[in-house]
């Protein structure tokens, strides 16, 4: 059973940046897809970015979703189980829990949809103010 959880969120002032990791343990990252999630009160929980790690390096690849794509990046340190979500510029339509995730399964084709992620950590809260 993988486990996952969230670090690096607070409070940061609109242009601001932040780090957001997430510490990943019992878990292959080869053949599999992990995500970062963002969710605000009241609303579903929506896609950020995800990562498809293949054997190869070039067989690796990311998304982020197009209105995040020119502020945020997702990258992976497969060697010390570590996720990370760096994200800069931010604005106040930003804040919200963000949520790291892997999908139990391998080799599928990565989604938006959270329902195809198994493991999910506990949240880290990210507030931007104005």
């Known amino acids: 059973q993988a486990q996952l959880a969230e670090s690096g969120g607070g409070s940061v002032q609109a242009g601001g940046s932040l780090r957001l990791s997430c510490a990943v343990s019992?878990?292959?990252?080869?053949?599999?897809?992990t995500a970062w999630f963002r969710q605000t009160p009241g609303q579903e929980r929506d896609l950020v970015a995800f990562t498809f790690v293949g054997k190869e390096v070039d067989s690796t690849y990311t998304e982020t979703v197009d209105s995040l794509k020119d502020r945020f990046v997702m990258s992976q340190d497969i060697a010390k189980n570590m996720m990370y979500l760096q994200m800069n510029r931010l604005e106040p339509e930003d804040t919200a829990m963000y949520y790291c995730?892997?999908?139990?399964?391998?080799?599928?084709?990565?989604?938006?949809?959270?329902?195809?992620?198994?493991?999910w950590g506990q949240g880290t809260q990210v507030t931007v103010s104005s």
């Open positions: 019992g878990y292959t990252f080869t053949g599999t897809c």
């Open positions: 995730a892997a999908d139990s399964r391998r080799w599928r084709v990565c989604t938006r949809r959270p329902d195809d992620y198994a493991y």
